[in-house]
């Protein structure tokens, strides 16, 4: 069977109110994407979430790398492409690619996902899972150009941001939103950067789960010119657990596309 | 022409990571959907974003209620209907019904939408634009069974909240997103009352416009038991100026359908 059959092909479109102040897709509404991507993609080749619930299982979100060249804009149509690449024993990568309207690519994606018991609250091995329907969707070798996520630390000095976790923050699953995360970090920047930077790159790795409630701390420190590693932590009595590592790299729109 | 040619219909489903902590679609999405059905249907009939853009003019939300007597969950379908119910000088009433997939409704609402010119900030004459597409569409009659908002006020005590205006929270028009303060109102509450209590009426009046960095303070008044009116406030100086107006109605569930 042809490979490309196990790649699915999502269509979008930049809707009203889905986008920043610059009229550029939202990174949220992006984020909020590529999940849902995930679960149609999973559940059209029968591992999705309802499927896995059956199982007493649930994925959950350990990795994640975009890489954007352009961010679509309001009224403009997208495709966002999600493909099953490799299979370890306790994660499996998924990849995206995202493309413009005339179909050349604007940005990759990289995320990496664990299958965790919902009762013993360890991740399940993929390879011994009873049938083939992880491994027969694996697409090998598509390009995917993004750099490898690498190992971030962060100084902690004085706190860049607090956040309580509230209400509206929490997921089915009943943790702090994968997606909010990612907006608490895109808020540690000025409005005005945004007016003349877009996010190029950014990197985050999911660790400790957060509760409503929990108070979380965000620690920043500069890497290189544009270039920033974000902790968030969540205080759990006397001590702070990372809750989040993230780096975010932003770059400078060409004048000449404005 | 039939006036039902007028109603705009928008078919949804509630889709995986759209939904809150107890599986029901979140009221972040659901406030986003009637925005974006309000832009569908005027695009569609000539006096929507773009159309009105060019004329120098943004639609602006005055006020939302909104009636449920049950929310969607993850996989059900619903659909919006949509129509403009009246047009005053200044202001123009659009009202919905939300049904489910069987097509029994289960909720209402209704927004008051001003047009703003872009320039003097003021609000446009409707009933002297030029042509008649307006008031073409106007439906009149079709049931919409909404309590009319009322004038909500608040004895500003001890503040429940205090919010800084970030990046994330900033619309296409550089204020504070409507939809965002509907989520800092839910954030009052504790997770816990979420669990049992649905909210089945929510009213909100936008006054003043909050921009990024603002200082947003949340003051709250019980009103009735389950009801509990909301200020919320920027600061301006020394001063506090009205941003939102809000009255929030909370309902327990009925055990038996849960």
New interface residues.
């Given amino acids: 069977m042809d490979k490309e059959a196990f790649v699915g092909c999502y269509d979008f479109e930049v809707?009203?109110?889905?986008?920043?102040?610059?009229?550029r897709l939202?990174?949220?509404v992006l984020g909020?994407l590529l999940?849902?991507c995930a679960?149609l993609h999973a559940t059209t080749h029968g591992f999705g979430?309802?499927r896995v619930e059956d199982d007493a299982y649930a994925w959950v979100l350990s990795r994640m790398v975009v890489e954007l060249d352009e961010m679509p804009r309001?009224?403009e149509r997208f495709t966002l492409e999600t493909w099953v690449a490799s299979l370890y024993r306790l994660f499996t990568d998924r990849l995206y690619a995202l493309r413009a309207a005339d179909g050349h690519p604007i940005g990759y994606a990289l995320t990496i996902w664990a299958l965790i018991d919902k009762q013993t609250r360890r991740p399940a091995d993929l390879e011994k899972l009873a049938d083939e329907r992880f491994r027969r969707v694996l697409v090998e070798g598509r390009a995917c150009p993004v750099t490898a996520p690498g190992r971030i630390r962060v100084k902690h000095g004085v706190p860049a941001m607090t956040y309580t976790a509230?209400?509206?923050?929490?997921?089915?699953?009943?943790h702090f939103?994968s997606?909010r995360y990612i907006?608490l970090i895109?808020?540690l920047?000025?409005?005005a950067l945004?007016a003349t930077h877009g996010i190029s790159r950014l990197e985050v790795a999911y660790s400790v789960e957060a509760m409503?409630?929990d108070e979380l701390t965000l620690y920043t420190e500069e890497k290189a010119p544009g270039v920033t590693a974000v902790e968030i932590c969540k205080r759990v009595g006397e001590r702070e657990e990372v809750a989040v590592r993230a780096e975010i790299t932003f770059k400078p729109y060409e004048k000449d596309k404005e």
């Fill in positions: 809707e009203p109110f889905q986008e920043d102040f610059t009229g939202s990174w949220g909020n999940l849902r679960s979430y309802n309001t009224g509230h209400y509206t923050d929490i997921d089915i699953n009943g939103n997606i907006e895109l808020n920047f000025p409005q945004y409503c409630g």
